[in-house]
């Protein structure tokens, strides 16, 4: 037990006004201390909770309505890992005793800064200067053992240990990641390539990633040796079954290839089947396409507009064109040439399918016309 007002004499720097509204802490402190106890350093926390540090320990007093006067007293050779964080109104001060962590709301202001600053470099064992003196002093840090420095060593050395072959863990798994991202990429652009070339449209590249099953079921299992691939174009056919594929025009024949993981659907039309191949609904990002396929139709919708549908199309064109011109015309048996009723027969019998495709809706009245006059001037 200390003089009260030995210890008021020492609490100075908090203020009179702090003093006077404490009082009661300041003697319950008083009682708390032993005499040759020397006082470090003080503060005042936001729940009027008065913080000393003493050169053994850190009592903290504070006196209540209900239960009066209330005190804390931790060893200072128990205390560890001394903390303070700055918040919005407050300075948050914590630190771990025994197995429990303990918190204080303290002011930030000057009064404060000094116990701040003191507290954890005396638990440290560091040189500080006493609050109300100009001799400085410091903690002895327990010496360890032998034992108690190998077992240190012996933990830190198996930290580090594991955290080395953690990072090499994550390391070879990083680079093992990299591999696999670098041949899918170099096994993507090798399927690009063969299907649009050195330099495709961005069209092109999402119509093989979005449509890889169909695009490699065709390469491996349809294409004949022989055939040449000419150009190749994402749609739909048969809306009823939403079938979702490709569109592939090659020197021999026009291929709609559907391929999922559980099922492949493939349709073919013969070039010399094909009377013809138009275009029907533009809408505003797609149209639908039709073929004219032994006097029936094949439609395929959701084709993406712009210039890869355009070059489709007239790719098809041009190999319904070369077909019809390599087609023999049929002869008498005496292999006369046909005769000018034949020919107007076979005029007429063009005009009258044309009539019939017009009817069906299949040509439009421009399209009627302008077929119309290539007979008719043929």
């Known amino acids: 037990m200390q003089n009260v007002d030995h210890v008021k004499e020492q609490l100075k720097p908090l203020g009179k006004i702090n003093l006077v509204m404490i009082s009661d802490s300041v003697k319950q402190l008083a009682i708390l201390l032993e005499e040759d106890e020397q006082l470090l350093s003080s503060c005042i926390s936001q729940k009027n909770e008065l913080l000393t540090l003493t050169d053994s320990r850190l009592i903290t007093t504070k006196q209540t309505v209900f239960k009066g006067d209330v005190y804390d007293i931790y060893e200072n050779s128990t205390i560890k890992n001394v903390i303070t964080n700055k918040k919005a109104s407050y300075l948050l001060l914590t630190f771990s005793y025994e197995d429990s962590e303990v918190s204080f709301k303290l002011n930030n202001d000057k009064k404060t800064s000094h116990f701040l600053e003191t507290f954890p470099k005396y638990i440290e064992g560091e040189a500080i200067e ?14 360890e053992t032998t034992e108690e420095k190998n077992e240190k060593s012996s933990v830190l050395h198996k930290v580090k240990n594991s955290w080395k072959k953690a990072s090499e863990e994550a390391e070879s798994k990083g680079a093992e990641k990299k591999e696999i991202k670098k041949e899918k990429k170099e096994i993507r652009q090798k399927e690009i390539e063969y299907w649009y070339g050195t330099n495709p449209t961005f069209n092109e590249k999402t119509a093989v990633d979005l449509n890889t099953a169909s695009f490699q079921y065709a390469k491996s299992s349809l294409l004949y040796k022989e055939e040449t691939v000419l150009y190749a174009i994402p749609a739909e056919h048969n809306k009823t079954k939403k079938r979702k594929g490709i569109l592939i025009a090659t020197s021999n024949r026009l291929l709609f290839i559907m391929a999922g993981s559980t099922e492949q659907s493939v349709d073919q039309f013969e070039y010399e089947k094909m009377e ?12 639908d396409v039709y073929i004219v396929y032994n006097s029936s139709e094949k439609n395929f919708e959701k084709i993406t507009n712009g210039r890869e549908l355009d070059y489709f199309i007239s790719i098809v064109k041009d190999k319904i064109n070369d077909t019809s011109r390599k087609t023999p015309k049929p002869q008498s048996n005496n292999h006369l040439p046909s005769t000018p009723m034949t020919y107007t027969e076979n005029k007429y019998t063009q005009l009258e399918k044309l009539g019939e495709l017009k009817e069906k809706g299949v040509l439009t009245d421009k399209e009627f016309q302008m077929e119309k006059e290539k007979i008719l001037n043929n």
């Open 130 to 143: 006493p609050q109300n003196s100009n001799t400085t002093m410091s903690r002895s840090k327990p010496i």
């Open 276 to 287: 013809g191949i138009y275009i029907r609904t533009e809408k505003f990002t797609t149209s």
